[in-house]
Structures are given as C-alpha cells and as structure tokens.
C-alpha cells in the first residue's frame, strides 16, 4: 500500500501563518501526542509578498511542521473525516477562528534500519514503510520517528481526501510522495 505526506502548498506561492512567540510556541509541537490548550493560540498571517508577488492566503495552510491549519470553510468539510485521526484546536488569525490540525493516531510503521538517514545527524530523509504495518483501511497517521515534521495518509485516505477536498472547492492542500523533493507548487495540483 502506498504512503503519502499530508502536507501543504509551497509558501513561495501563499502566505502562511507566524507561530506565537515565547512560551505559546512550545503549544505547537505536534509530536502525536494530544494537545490542551486553554484558549486560542493567537497568530498572524506573513503577508509579506514572495518577490513581486503578494500571497494570498488558503483554506488550508502551513503554521508548523507536523500540522496544518483549516479555516471554517476547510475544517466544515473535512472535520467530521479528520477527527478520527487527531484534534482540531482553536486558533485565532487576527481576529478569525481557524483551527490547528494534527495527527495523533501514532504507528510504528517505518523500517529504521531500511530508511535512507542523513550521514551526521542520522535523521530519516526518505522512509521506508513497513507494509504489513500500514493500515489497510484508510487512515491518516504519523510514525514516531518523524512525528514531529510529518503527517501521512495511506492510499485509501488519500483519495478520500481529495474527493472531500474537490468537492469542497478547498485550496492549499497537498499530498507529497515520502522522501521526495518539497514541490508544492499551485501547478503541480
């Protein structure tokens, strides 16, 4: 069964969001692990144009790695499929309600010793999946060694997705091949 990344569209094209700063960035840690926030995270959105270009912003988007970020229109279509696999918890962009997704349903799916690691740091670049430990049915997840940078879906979940993502005219969403080069670029949708 393949693996994809959950991921977004390239932030050279649309704005993405500023994480707080101090203490409230330590709440963005999507380790796999739930989340308790008290209130809305507040942040803001990076306006500042790509070149020449101004960035528009998506209805979903890059806030930090391991996550995204829905706004109303995104998390009404896609909550209710999504919940299953992590939480949605509240976040306030200037003012909008728009809701901090991570995964938290963790399998130990990825062959540590058949993965591709950078030399120094022994950090996995490209995984290798174990198949007979990738869900069967569909399923978003994310592995305990990579949790913190990435979000997967297997093939069923996927195509979920993006029937769920099409018909509700959603933007900024993307689903990368593991260990590939980050293109995620509008053309390549």
Known sequence: MKVWKFTHWSL????GLFPPEGRAANMLDADGRPLVWKAP???AVDNEPYGKNHRPRV???????GSLVFNEKAKSALGSYLERFGQFLPLDVEG???WFYHVTNLIDCIDPVAS??????GIIEKEVFVA????????LFKDPRTAIVFMYANDPAKHELEKLIADAGLTGAAFEKPGSPQRRLRESR
């Open 41 to 43: 995270v507040r942040v």
């Open 116 to 121: 591709k690691k950078k030399p120094v740091t």
């Open 96 to 98: 909008h309600r728009e």
């Open 59 to 65: 209805d979903i988007s890059h806030l930090a790695h």
């Open 12 to 15: 050279n094209e649309f704005a």
């Open 132 to 139: 007979s430990k990738v869900p069967q049915t569909a399923a």
